[in-house]
């Protein structure tokens, strides 16, 4: 690199050399201090060496970037919360946000084939996409990787591939908080409505449930145990109902989201049973929904926002090619107890 004249070389050239983005070189140039250490001495060495120079007085223009946050639908509480808190930390890191949709609403399926899908972002100078609740498959995995889109997934359906990165909550410690409030409260024959089966998130919170009541000597009865194909408020309703006309029902329900249990309550509500009187109800998620409820829901809290924000910071790195601490983020849950939930009150 010593031979070639300065005026040869490029922040590009620089770039590709230290290998990191435009962006990070721009910003080790302009002296920001958002940069990890190791990431700036190695793009200062190769600065040194190659002998660039720049233009006095000026400050070097950081190219803008620009990131997909893609979502599987964008009609519930918990898409909202995601997106504000994608959109709060891309204003304050000085990156454009583009929210689309992974599915088309009139044919169900992906909006191209999966090499077209990535070499249309990348045309249109995405920097890299997050994918949020959406099943991806190792095609589309792949697909992204060539077109050299960096990639981070938040509580996706399936598991494509263990070196995808991935940001989400505590599923399987909120599902024992759940299954352990409502054991706390002398619930023994407890009910679980889920989602799809596949869904990873949907699974750990099931195996939290049975794992919480097997630390409290309660059988698992499958019965009790159901899944619909979304985790939304007709699917609730309907399993629901159908636990509801068991000839030994049960006297609380874990709803794997929000809108699930409200779905519970509402087929409660249609029997004519009283929450929490005849049948306690928590729910998973903890968003607005929650707190408007009658009554309001006891939940497991997700820290959404926070994903949301954590996943932006997350897909800079990778985009600047930075180290991570881990490519599994899982952020913590919390029990937040509310007027669904109530002791179980003997034989209705």
């Known amino acids: 690199m010593g031979d070639v004249p300065s005026r040869q070389v490029t922040l590009a050239t620089v770039a590709d050399i230290a290998g990191v983005s435009l962006a990070t070189v721009s910003k080790v140039v302009n002296g920001r201090a958002d940069v990890a250490n190791t990431t700036r001495a190695r793009v200062e060495g190769v600065l040194q060496e190659s002998g660039y120079v720049p233009q006095r007085g000026r400050r070097v223009a950081e190219p803008a970037r620009t990131i997909d946050a893609v979502f599987d639908c964008l009609d519930s509480p918990y898409e909202l919360e995601v997106i504000r808190g994608v959109t709060e930390a891309a204003a304050e890191l000085a990156v454009d946000v583009v929210v689309s949709r992974v599915r088309?609403?009139?044919?169900?399926?992906?909006?191209?084939?999966?090499?077209?899908?990535?070499?249309?972002?990348?045309?249109?100078?995405?920097?890299?996409?997050?994918?949020?609740t959406s099943e991806l498959t190792p095609a589309q995995v792949e697909a992204f990787a060539r077109a050299g889109l960096s990639l981070v997934v938040i509580d996706p359906l399936n598991s494509p591939r263990t070196e995808v990165t991935s940001v989400g909550a505590t599923n399987w410690t909120g599902g024992v908080a759940a299954a352990e409030h409502l054991l706390s409260l002398g619930h023994r024959r407890i009910g679980f409505v889920g989602g799809p089966t596949q869904s990873v998130p949907g699974q750990a919170r099931l195996h939290?449930?049975?794992?919480?009541?097997?630390?409290?000597?309660?059988a698992y009865d499958p019965a009790l145990v159901l899944h619909g194909g979304a985790f939304d408020y007709p699917a609730g309703v309907e399993m629901g109902g159908r636990l509801l006309d068991l000839a030994d029902p049960p006297t609380?329900?874990?709803?794997?989201?929000?809108?699930?249990?409200?779905?519970?309550?509402?087929?409660?509500?249609?029997?004519?049973?009283?929450v929490p009187d005849d049948?306690?109800?928590?729910?998973?998620?903890?968003?607005?929904?929650?707190?408007?409820?009658?009554p309001a829901l006891t939940a497991i809290r997700q820290p959404l926002r926070d994903m949301g924000r954590v996943a932006?910071?997350?897909?800079?790195?990778?985009?600047?090619?930075?180290?991570?601490?881990?490519?599994?983020?899982?952020?913590?849950t919390q029990l937040v107890v509310r007027d669904s939930t109530a002791a179980v009150q003997g034989h209705r």
Request: aromatic share 4%; glycine share 12%.
């Open 279 to 294: 049948l306690s109800v928590i729910g998973f998620d903890d968003t607005v929904l929650a707190r408007l409820a009658t």
């Open 252 to 274: 609380a329900v874990f709803g794997a989201s929000d809108t699930t249990a409200l779905g519970v309550i509402e087929a409660a509500r249609r029997r004519g049973l009283r």
């Open 312 to 332: 932006v910071r997350t897909l800079l790195k990778l985009i600047d090619r930075e180290p991570l601490d881990s490519h599994h983020v899982e952020l913590a």
């Open 104 to 132: 088309d609403a009139d044919r169900g399926g992906p909006l191209t084939p999966q090499d077209q899908w990535a070499q249309r972002l990348k045309s249109n100078g995405r920097a890299g996409l997050i994918v949020v």
């Open 208 to 218: 939290g449930y049975r794992a919480a009541l097997e630390g409290a000597g309660v």
